[in-house]
């Protein structure tokens, strides 16, 4: 088990209301799995996400990470489990844009006091993997927008994390890079690595190996994607769940 959530809720206050965002979600993802959480705009993935990546507290229900109870754990706590544990990539990629690409993978590796040698030798393994190994001295502004996110991919994986958490991760991109950071994580997760991307468009959605939906902060269904054709619509995936 990577994580577990049970019965969350989050509010957010707007003056002295709490508005209520996510209604009761329960979601496990297990070591090895590769799940996309689809839903409109405006639902909840984002603050799920959040969640998920520790970045803020569920206002009610429990939520464990890799075996820690996430509620009663301190600010420092939480930023040691992300800085080991979680491999974040986002829709603007989230690089240092003075920084090269090399030093911008090495980032989480100096946070986590890994030596100078070593952090070299590890940015570099994570560079080729994907794909970069002719661009490492290259700035984010000389990179194109699917070669960003392939930095903030090698980024994301170069601590080894128990979990890659991807929010919109295609969603700055064109089509064709899209479809190769799509391909990438299939790869990544074929190796092993537990994926968990928010995605908005069934496309990229698809190439999970399952399918969570969210609306209005709660989720409404979710099957494993048998890839066939019936497995496009909500309703049919519902019908085909076991
Ligand atoms: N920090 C915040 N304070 C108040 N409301 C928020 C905050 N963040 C998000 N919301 C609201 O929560 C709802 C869900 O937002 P979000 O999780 O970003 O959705 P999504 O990522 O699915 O588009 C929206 O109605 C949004 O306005
Ligand atoms: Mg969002």
Redesign the pocket.
Known sequence: MVFELTSIFKD?M?GKEA?P?LKDISLSVDEGEYVAIM?P???????LMNIIGCLDKQTKGTFIFDGADIMSCSDKQLSEIRNNKIGFVFQNFNLLPRQSALENVELPLLYAGVSKKQRRERAVAALKRVGLEDRMLFKPTQLSGGQKQRVAIARAIVNHPRLLLADEPTGALDTKSGDQVMELFGELNREGVTIVMITHEPDIARCAKRVMYIRDGQIHSGAFNTRTETAEEPAAEEASAT
């Open positions: 957010y707007q508005v965002v839903g705009s405006g639902s909840g993935k984002s603050t």
